[in-house]
């Protein structure tokens, strides 16, 4: 029996509404065609919101000596040379224009005392690169665009789920969801898909990100028969609070070391110095009276290794609460109390000071912070043209966190934002003229509309079965525990028999209570891309046989130069994930000598 | 572990009522934990918005003991082991289910304020604004947009019939930002009088009283909007300010 459902038709349709989203939704419409915008919660609310240190661009307001190439390089070390040359080029170069086009939509960054947008100093930037408003930057962004955007003609469909993508042969034509308020299913038709869907973070334990990432424009893609790269590579954010429990996994900035804030173990020491890789020898201070002065003269300094870049950071911190040297909830110590002055850390960090004195009583300007390593962003996501944000399928474009590649192994703070502003922009602006472009009939298949919505429904229909909220909690232990920091062979595989495992069970899910705003069901469905991305990420860790970035195994613990050429990319084929190793874009010899100019 | 009770309004837009939960609490938890635990135990199907968890997305407003709050910012240990909790959804706003409301007159608010009119760059294509002068705008770009102002807001709490000329204090201190923003040239008098109805606030601080951001929007929003809208009558007054720029404005 045919299930009665909505239909809406946008030339564009544009899945999630953070930064990129957004950014991607106002583009296409600037190009004059119809949009829809989709997200999981209300407008706004996105996880964009939490970004807090800042917006990576090589604007020069506070170093004129900084300019794109020398943010290229940054980025591609952070990365350890494993980023898309291209998208690494062109993020470089066009995040000083959508910072100052944001600025004139209307967002208020910090100054510098010539009245330009200030910049501040964040792990892996040569220089002080990062815009910023106090250590709310994200929620600046988001609206910002979100104000901006809601005068461009675009539809909104706040509170919808998309579950599946639909397909005419090859290309995407559209999606199948349901609103979150009713539990009604709704059809969009669309001449291009723009997935701007963030991350995975859902599937582990301790992660600094909510609900929404469970992955859903990753699995969305792989469904669809697009490629995902790099889906090994899972970025441990190092300093987010450890106690009490329940907040454990909330995010710490990086502006509070990028503002002079400090590592200590419970020794004292600042323990960073002990952790300085041959990679970044060159360029990071070996004594604390270096470190210190690096933060007012650039030039005859070097930078401090509490500004290594985020994986070197995290490693650094497991390996001190390892050897007994932690916390006594089992994080490190970050102290700026004893480094910068009350006011300077209230006016620049305000939400560092009223997290931890309303979560943890603790006086951030009076003691020092206990932070530990939570999961935080996924460098992989869809394999996509640079240039254009088009996956490996046609009609359907990738950009933000959910796309691949940008950031390589690893990916520097303050380059989220950034990237989320350029290749929105780019994802809009390709799939407006891709749909501008579109020959024939748009054609929505009935039936694969039906299947979609039967198996959407079966959780509510079913007797007896499992709890969704059991399954979650198992996987993101499994995920924890098996597929973290430091990953080996046979935790990988045990992964992957548990993920197996989990996978057979959340066919069995069952909830009650209808349809209307009903949370289990939410969960229930979420399970599907939350196992398919749990899978693809203990694949890709499996494959990779070296340590890179966010990617660190015990049983092969160097960096392997023969693995550096080479991308791990996962597609669905006959109903199974199939992994293969496909060479990188080679780097033109104008850019790689950018790399042999200085140590 | 503590263990307390929790009362927490089940239902929907035909009516409902209370459910007793006992579920306990861990060191540290706030009350949106509590109510994730329940989910996972007792009750499913229990409907709550949330996204951040850290007070940064405003999604989980409800009323926490009558008082209107973020869950996720209400910490358990305010409360005695074995007190009754009641959670229940912020009240103004017609309601969904259980804990969740529809809040989309607060969109439609939005969609209607009229956006920042940019004045032209300084010569070299570049825009200067002093800290000093960003300073009181930022602090309303403070907003989380959680809409516990607008469900504390008597006049869209009481006045059903006043609602389509009101934007309440969540768009008085967005007006307030605009106005205050170096960089804009907009006249919004007629619209500040006329459809956000400014006027109909009698200054009660019901919505400075439970903004999580601790925004003065009494003080520093809407107060200074009214005066402006006063002096705004004058446009004399009126161009002189947009041509000084945003200096010297009353605290």
């Given at each position: ?7 809406y038709?946008?030339?564009v349709?544009v ?10 939704a ?7 065609v119809?949009?829809?915008?989709v ?12 970004a ?12 004129p000596?900084?300019?794109?190439q ?14 898309n ?27 510098t005392?010539?009245?330009l ?15 910023h ?9 988001i609206?910002?665009l979100q ?22 042969g ?12 009713n ?33 859903d424009?990753?699995?969305l ?12 590579f899972?970025?441990?954010h ?25 590592l ?6 600042r323990?960073?110095?002990?952790y ?6 060159g ?5 604390e009276?270096?470190?210190?002065r690096?933060?007012?003269d650039?030039k ?12 070197e ?9 390892k ?25 620049r960090?305000?939400?560092?000071y009223?997290?931890?004195?309303e ?12 932070v ?33 590649g940008?950031?390589g ?7 989220s ?8 922009r780019?994802?809009?602006l390709?799939?407006?003229?891709y ?19 039967r ?16 399954i ?5 232990e ?5 597929v ?6 046979a935790?990988?595989k ?10 057979e069970?959340a066919?069995?899910?069952?909830v ?10 939410h ?30 195994r ?29 060479p990188?874009?080679e780097m033109?010899?104008?850019l ?6 200085r140590? | ?13 035909a ?27 007792q ?8 996204n951040c968890k850290a ?36 009240r103004?706003f017609?309601?969904?289910r ?18 920042l009119r ?8 570049r825009?200067r ?56 040239t ?8 006329a459809?956000?109805g400014?006027?109909?606030c ?12 601790h ?6 929003g809407?107060?200074?909007?009214k ?8 446009p ?11 200096r010297?404005?009353p605290?």
């Amino acid at each position: 029996m045919a299930t009665a459902y909505e239909t809406y038709e946008h030339d564009v349709l544009v899945i999630g509404a953070g930064g990129a989203g957004l950014r991607a939704a106002i583009e296409a419409a600037a190009q004059g065609v119809s949009v829809g915008l989709v997200c999981k919660s209300l407008l706004g609310k996105a996880h964009t919101v939490m970004a807090e240190g800042g917006i990576a661009a090589a604007l020069g307001n506070v170093w004129p000596e900084d300019n794109w190439q020398v943010h290229f390089r940054d980025t591609m070390r952070g990365g350890k040379m494993l980023n898309n040359w291209r998208m690494a080029q062109l993020h470089a170069q066009e995040a000083p224009e959508r910072v100052l086009e944001l600025e004139r939509w209307g967002a208020l960054f910090d100054r510098t005392k010539e009245g330009l947008i200030s910049q501040r100093d964040f792990g892996g930037h040569r220089y002080a690169r990062l815009a910023h408003l106090g250590d709310r930057t994200g929620l600046e962004m988001i609206r910002t665009l979100q104000y901006h955007g809601i005068h461009q003609g675009i539809d909104v469909h706040m509170e919808c789920n998309v579950q599946r993508l639909l397909k005419d042969g090859d290309r995407v034509t559209g999606a199948v969801g349901y609103w979150r308020k009713n539990g009604e299913m709704v059809v969009f038709k669309a001449k291009a898909v723009v997935l701007a869907t963030g991350g995975i973070g859902k599937a582990w334990k301790v992660t600094s990100n909510s609900w929404e990432y469970t992955g859903d424009g990753h699995s969305l893609a792989l469904w669809a028969g697009a490629d995902l790269i790099d889906m090994e590579f899972v970025q441990f954010h190092p300093t987010h609070m450890v106690w009490p429990p329940s907040v454990a996994g909330l995010l710490v900035t990086e502006g509070v070391r990028g503002d002079g804030g400090t590592l200590r173990n419970n020794k004292g020491e600042r323990f960073m110095f002990n952790y300085i890789p041959e990679f970044f020898k060159g360029e990071t201070a070996d004594n604390e009276a270096e470190a210190d002065r690096w933060y007012h003269d650039k030039k005859n300094n070097r930078r401090t290794p509490d500004l290594l870049p985020r994986d070197e950071v995290a490693r650094a911190i497991r390996s001190e609460v390892k050897a007994g040297r932690g916390s006594p909830h089992g994080g490190v110590f970050l102290d700026i109390c004893s480094r910068r002055p009350a006011d300077y850390i209230r006016k620049r960090l305000p939400s560092m000071y009223h997290q931890f004195k309303e979560l943890a009583g603790v006086d951030i300007t009076k003691e020092p912070m206990e932070v530990g390593p939570a999961q935080h962003y996924v460098m992989g996501g869809v394999r996509v043209d640079a240039d254009t944000t088009q996956g490996t399928v046609a009609g359907l474009f990738a950009a933000g966190e959910v796309a691949g590649g940008m950031h390589g192994s690893n990916r520097l703070g303050g380059n989220s934002l950034s990237d989320l502003l350029v290749f929105g922009r780019r994802a809009g602006l390709y799939a407006a003229l891709y749909a501008k472009n579109f020959s024939g009939q748009l054609v929505v298949d009935g039936a694969q509309v039906e299947a979609i919505v039967r198996e959407s429904l079966e959780p509510l229909e079913r007797s007896g079965g499992e709890n969704p909220y059991a399954i979650q909690a198992e996987l993101q232990e499994t995920m924890q525990n098996l597929v973290g920091i430091i990953r080996k062979e046979a935790e990988l595989k045990d992964a992957l028999t548990r993920i197996a495992a989990l996978k057979e069970r959340a066919k069995r899910v069952r909830v009650d209570g209808g349809r209307v705003y009903n949370s289990g069901w939410h969960t229930a469905l979420d399970l599907r891309s939350l196992l398919t991305v749990a899978e693809c990420s203990a694949l890709a860790a499996l494959e990779r046989k070296e340590s890179r970035g966010g990617h660190t195994r015990e049983d092969h613990p160097f960096t392997d130069d023969a693995w550096g050429k080479l991308n791990v990319v996962l597609r669905l084929r006959d109903g199974r994930v199939q992994v293969s190793r496909e060479p990188l874009p080679e780097m033109p010899a104008e850019l790689k000598a950018l790399f042999q100019e200085r140590k | 572990m503590p263990t307390f009770t929790l009362k927490v309004f089940r239902g929907g837009p035909a009516g409902g009522d209370f459910r007793d939960y006992r579920v306990e609490a861990d060191e540290g938890m706030v009350v949106l934990d509590v109510i994730h635990r329940i989910q996972a135990t007792q009750a499913p199907d229990l409907a709550c918005r949330w996204n951040c968890k850290a007070g940064k997305c405003g999604s989980c407003s409800a009323e926490v003991n009558g008082t209107p709050r973020l869950m996720c910012m209400t910490r358990m240990d305010l409360f005695q082991p074995g007190d009754t909790v009641t959670v229940t959804p912020i009240r103004t706003f017609p309601i969904i289910r259980d804990l969740v409301t529809d809040v989309s007159y607060n969109y439609e608010k939005a969609r209607q304020v009229p956006p920042l009119r940019l004045r032209p760059p300084d010569a070299d294509g570049r825009y200067r604004m002093m800290q000093e002068d960003v300073d009181r705008a930022q602090e309303f770009h403070k907003c989380i947009e959680c809409f516990l102002c607008q469900d504390v807001c008597h006049v869209i709490r009481d006045h059903d019939e006043l609602k389509r000329q009101f934007a309440g204090p969540r768009f008085f201190i967005k007006i307030a930002g605009l106005e205050m923003h170096p960089l804009d040239t907009r006249d919004r008098t007629e619209f500040v009088r006329a459809q956000a109805g400014i006027g109909l606030c009698n200054i009660t601080k019901c919505c400075t009283e439970v903004c999580p951001e601790h925004i003065h929007i009494t003080d520093n929003g809407i107060i200074p909007l009214k005066e402006r809208m006063a002096d705004n009558f004058d446009p004399i007054v009126w161009l002189l300010r947009k041509f000084r720029g945003q200096r010297g404005q009353p605290a």
